[in-house]
């Protein structure tokens, strides 16, 4: 099948529609918030309020089906408990998959050094310039220079860091925000935004100290709880905390359409690979997937593909694979992927 498996048709009668099956479970003692794919997508990392955070093996599906029903938990390479003093936020993998940052409510960060041949984590730094819950991060990556940046956000003073993951130093803070920054999501070597309970959303410049363009003329009053720029870097998508998503032209710096996927808080956006699709995961407990194909100005084909016992709380793409992960305050993380053809 096709990787992205394009010709999925969204408007087909219930019978007929695309229905995501589970294939593997983690179960833990408290809501799951945080996962990350290893860019390899052979691993993903999974981070718990139970303070446990973990490393699991994406597994080769076709071994796992092999016509059976069942749904199978997976396989736990790394484990550590008590992790951080307090539940882990958000998770995120360097681009080149050596360096895996959690961060926490306990209002730290904490980096690791991954090992691609033992599956190990090493070297560890913990990072204090929060002074609230550490609500997101992202990566920002240069192979040329072999530099990694950490770019990290959340309650407290509404500041953005930026660390250097070498001297383990935030050398920059970007200030702006009046609420705690929800969402951060980076798409080049330089360029970053970040959704906030302020009702903006704010594009960043490295290079540059300052916001380059906000976004906040058509929020209707409503937190920007999640946002994703497709790999293109030309659309935006915006879950918001009344249930809303906002597609923007970024290039045109104009919204395209406001549409609602879901009855309840959106709490994360994500793009296929190829954006040829998006999912979004809400309160409602549901995950949904938007065909993005043709003219994005008319009305949008959303479908639900998943659903969880409790509120659905983060999702995640495999990098090639038409699979998704998504976690939930069901105490769940769970893998989908489309029944075999």
């Known amino acids: 099948m096709n990787p992205e498996a394009k010709d999925l048709d969204l408007r087909k009668g219930d019978a007929e529609r695309p229905h995501f099956e589970a294939i593997t479970t983690l179960s833990d003692s408290q809501a799951i918030r945080s996962l990350d794919f290893h860019p390899n997508g052979k691993l993903y990392a999974v981070g718990s309020n139970s303070k446990t955070f973990r490393i699991c093996q994406y597994p080769q599906l076709s071994k796992l089906r092999n016509g059976q029903s069942s749904v199978y938990p997976p396989s736990v390479l790394c484990k550590r408990t008590k992790h951080h003093r307090g539940s882990i936020y958000c998770t995120c993998w360097s681009r080149d998959g050596e360096i895996i940052a959690t961060g926490s409510n306990d209002k730290t960060i904490k980096y690791m050094r991954f090992n691609n041949d033992t599956n190990q984590l090493n070297m560890e730094m913990e990072l204090n310039m929060h002074d609230g819950t550490v609500r997101d991060m992202c990566f920002l990556d240069d192979s040329s220079t072999k530099s990694r940046l950490l770019v990290s956000g959340g309650a407290g003073d509404c500041k953005i860091y930026i660390t250097d993951c070498v001297s383990g130093t935030p050398f920059q803070a970007f200030s702006g925000h009046t609420g705690h920054i929800l969402s951060l999501f980076s798409w080049n070597n330089a360029m970053l935004v970040s959704g906030s309970q302020d009702q903006t959303i704010r594009f960043w410049d490295l290079r540059v100290n300052v916001s380059v363009n906000t976004l906040d003329g058509t929020l209707e009053n409503s937190a920007v709880t999640a ?10 998508v915006a879950g918001h905390a009344d249930s809303s998503c906002v597609l923007y032209d970024i290039r045109g710096n104009r919204p395209i359409q406001r549409f609602y996927p879901h009855s309840a808080e959106i709490r994360c956006v994500r793009f296929s690979p190829s954006a040829y699709y998006m999912l979004t995961c809400s309160y409602d407990n549901s995950i949904k997937l938007t ?15 998943a659903e969880h016992k409790d509120k659905a709380i983060t999702i995640r793409w495999h990098p090639t694979e038409f699979s998704f992960i998504s976690t939930s305050a069901d105490k769940t993380a769970t893998l989908w992927a489309l029944p075999p053809s």
């Open 227 to 236: 946002v994703c720029v497709d790999p293109t870097g030309r659309l935006l």
């Open 291 to 305: 065909d993005l194909q043709g003219d994005l100005a008319h009305e949008l084909s959303s479908v639900v593909v």
